[in-house]
């Protein structure tokens, strides 16, 4: 739904993005994610076509973005980090002004209006004039008048700075489900826990480059094969449980202290119940069992410093 090649955006001699390429398909959460400065606004910008790039291109919807500006906007729902409201507007009138700005026809837009409010949790604010809203409502309120066109795409530039964590919660549901309706959502944050558990892909980037980019679950486990496994147990059979594990196909790096340690293992999770079995049958009394799975945090600082995962 979004194609970026070979994109890069220059400002005198500052060179905001560099050589970015990134698809993303129909109906994916993907978050660009890094410290402030890292391009993600650049990039977000150019994708709905109000920056012009150095080189590359751009493509929603399959339409380029730099050569058909307007038609490629059609497309697109854009909320800005820092966007204005009609304050001295109602909540619906709000809506109505915007879906008549993008020429929907009159017939539609009061149901549009409606569904909208409805989607954004604010039945009870319809005739609420904006300036009463709280921040969390307000931000509802620009997704859904981004959205009031029914755009296939819809890029949002931290959408959840500033907002406490009910408001953020009421956000990321709001955007769950504008996902289930088929749109392909692009967000950014320079905050980790703003988009853990939400997306379903990220892509991390720092000084204009793209570092990492995937689907988190397959970032976290770093593409590895093999997993880390935990163990702990109670008695001083060290030395026979070291035994067990090294001559147990699939298991490697074994690394063991007292009464617990660790093992990577490359079966599968049947495999692994059978080393727990064969442990405990041969008279390990096993007080703890568990992967080790790196956290989303730990996968960051690891990318983001340049380490080797």
């Known amino acids: 739904m979004i194609e970026i090649d070979n994109l890069r955006k220059e400002y005198d001699e500052v060179v905001a993005v560099d050589r970015l390429s990134l698809a993303i398909p129909r109906g994916e959460i993907y978050g660009l994610i890094g410290p402030n400065g890292a391009g993600k606004t650049t990039t977000m910008r150019v ?35 820092f966007f204005s409201l009609y304050e001295d507007l109602k909540v619906w009138e709000y809506l109505d002004y915007f879906a008549h700005a993008y020429k929907m026809a009159e017939s ?66 709001l955007l769950r489900s504008v996902r ?8 950014s944050s320079h905050i980790l826990t703003e988009l853990e558990g939400f997306c379903t892909s990220i892509g991390i980037m720092e000084r204009g480059h793209l570092v990492r980019s995937g689907r988190i679950e397959d970032l976290v486990s770093g593409g590895v094969a093999a997993r880390r496994v935990r163990l702990r147990w109670v008695g001083d059979n060290g030395t026979q449980v070291r035994t067990a594990l090294d001559e147990r196909a699939g298991i490697s790096g074994v690394e063991l202290d007292a009464n617990d340690g660790e093992f990577s293992f490359s079966g599968t999770d049947e495999e692994l ?20 799975k790196q956290t989303f945090e730990e996968m960051y600082m690891k990318v983001s410093s340049h380490e080797v995962m």
Do not use: W
């Not at 493509?59 to 059609?74: C, I, M, Q, S």
């Not at 959840?160 to 549901?173: E, V, Y």
């Not at 289930?180 to 967000?187: E, Q, R, Y």
């Not at 119940?273 to 007080?287: H, I, P, S």
């Open 47 to 81: 994708v709905c076509g109000l920056l012009e790039p150095t080189e590359g291109q751009v493509r929603v919807g399959g339409v380029d973005v730099l050569r058909e500006p307007e038609r490629a906007r059609e497309h697109i729902g854009y909320l800005s980090d």
């Open 180 to 187: 289930d309706t088929g749109t392909t959502i692009l967000i």
């Open 108 to 173: 539609e837009i009061p149901a549009r209006v409606d569904e909208m409010i409805q989607q954004a949790g604010l039945g009870v604010k319809r005739d609420a004039f904006i300036h009463g809203l709280s921040r969390g409502m307000k931000q509802r309120l620009g997704v859904a008048r981004a959205m009031i066109h029914r755009p296939r795409v819809l890029v949002l530039d931290e959408p959840a700075a500033g907002l406490d964590p009910k408001a953020r919660i009421g956000l990321r549901n």
């Open 273 to 292: 119940a059978q080393v727990l079995k064969e442990l405990v049958a041969g008279g390990t009394r096993v007080v703890g069992f568990h992967e080790v």
